[in-house]
């Protein structure tokens, strides 16, 4: 990966909106919003090849495009190579701008969740080869950056065993007590655990925790990932109850081995 310095803004949302010092580095892949019926074909063609690695019997739905990946609150992401075009991630993020999380299909999200602006990550799949790490974590930076941009406050994630130990990592804490694994309707009725991540706090926390991928996520500029222009229109929610959900173990150790 080519890498220079250069002096850009900090987005807003992790930190104060100052200009700091930050590396920028070329990826050998792009990251960019779906658009059009090839890259969603694309993005659906990784999206079950990684799927069928783990759960084939899950993947026979995911041969085409899902309902939801043309709902006006969902973009898709690809991941593609800049050697020869094909794909090598995608993942679909879904806000509730406009309706319930899929995620509130299975399952009443709690008061310090319900009145906030939220974006839930599904659909994470990656090439198997070599880059494979490097694309997981450039996309889940593409998800932050888009939850920056659009004003969400919370992620949201499920992870069934072991992918939830990823989110643990990240920093992400379980929405309900005991990790409790509850199943999903629009995951097969497979049981995961449902996770949050607080936008706002996000850099301060990582920062705190030493995170190996802090320098990736908050001091490197990837001109290569490319999320768009912000949602419209932007998403007024009533004011919360004071309530803080707990903290997440820290676990950084072996992050997507």
Known sequence: ?????????????????????????????????????????????????????????????????????????????LAESKLDGSPIGSARIQTNFHQPLHVEESVELPMWLLTRRLAEVTRLGIDEGRIGRLVKVALIKACFEYCEQNKVEWAVVTGRTPIDRQYEQLLFSDVFPNRELIPLRHVGNMPHRVMAFEIETGEERWTAAKHPLLGFFRHTHHADIDIGAPATPQFA???????????????????FA
């Open 1 to 77: 990966m080519e890498q220079s310095q250069t002096l850009i803004s900090r987005p807003l949302g992790f930190a104060p909106d100052a200009p700091v010092a930050m590396k920028s580095e070329r990826l050998p892949f792009t990251i960019k919003r779906v658009r059009t019926e090839e890259d969603l074909m694309k993005a659906v063609k990784i999206r079950h090849a990684a799927y069928a690695r783990h759960l084939p019997e899950f993947a026979r739905s995911l041969v085409e495009p899902e309902e939801c990946d043309f709902d006006t609150d969902s973009v898709v992401l």
């Open 237 to 255: 929610r009533a004011a919360a109850p004071l309530v803080t959900n707990p903290s997440a173990e820290v676990v950084t150790d072996g992050i």
